[in-house]
């Protein structure tokens, strides 16, 4: 007989037990996962919202409710939507779909960039109230590419049918609660 045999060992119940004491853990992969859900939802739409400046009339319409938009030329507007959009889609999907998941933390880290040159040019308009969010989303994102590129990567993966589906799903959810809402308001109020 093995006399190397633990008296510590659990029982499959007792293990089950335990798991079910414990309730939710908390984990940097689920804390990242959160914040690129939230992040990219937010970009997405704020996004949106320039990347519909490229219409003439809403582009002069648009200073009212921004100040800022008058001292930037409209394709730079344009531009940084496009951007801010496709960054937010980048915080989702290659990590949700695992094709390219390396592509998630060089999104985070161009929304990081995009944010300190926010904050740089409200600093130099004297916007100094526009400053703490630039800063608060830059943070964000910089903790979003140090975990995506370093602490928690996600592993690339063959492409499957349920991840096609659920990146579908995604960019659907995405167009429906983050760009839809903002080409409701920005095409029927008035600023």
Not at 20 to 40: C, E, H, N, V
Not at 108 to 133: C, D, S
Request: hydrophobic share 55%; aromatic share 8%; glycine share 8%.
């Amino acid at each position: 007989m093995n006399g190397h045999v633990s008296t510590n060992l659990l029982s499959v119940e007792d293990r089950e037990q335990q798991t079910r004491k414990r309730g939710p853990r908390f984990t940097l992969s689920g804390a990242l996962w959160s914040l690129q859900a939230l992040i990219g939802f937010f970009f997405a739409g704020s996004g949106f919202g320039k990347v519909l400046l490229y219409d003439e009339a809403l582009y002069a319409a648009a200073p009212r409710a921004v100040a800022w938009y008058a001292a930037v030329p409209q394709p730079l507007i344009v531009f940084i939507g496009v951007c801010e959009v496709l960054g937010g889609i980048g915080l989702i999907l290659p990590a949700m779909a695992k094709v390219r998941p390396m592509l998630t933390p060089l999104a985070a880290a161009g929304l990081t960039l995009t944010m300190i040159l926010a904050a740089g040019f409200h600093i130099v308009r004297g916007e100094y109230a526009l400053v703490p969010a630039n800063l608060l989303l830059g943070g964000v994102t910089a903790v979003i590419t140090a975990g995506r590129w370093k602490l928690r990567p996600v592993a690339a993966a063959p492409v499957t049918t349920a991840r096609v589906v659920a990146s579908l799903a995604v960019l659907l959810a995405l167009a429906l609660l983050a760009c839809a809402p903002t080409w409701y308001t920005m095409t029927n109020a008035s600023f």
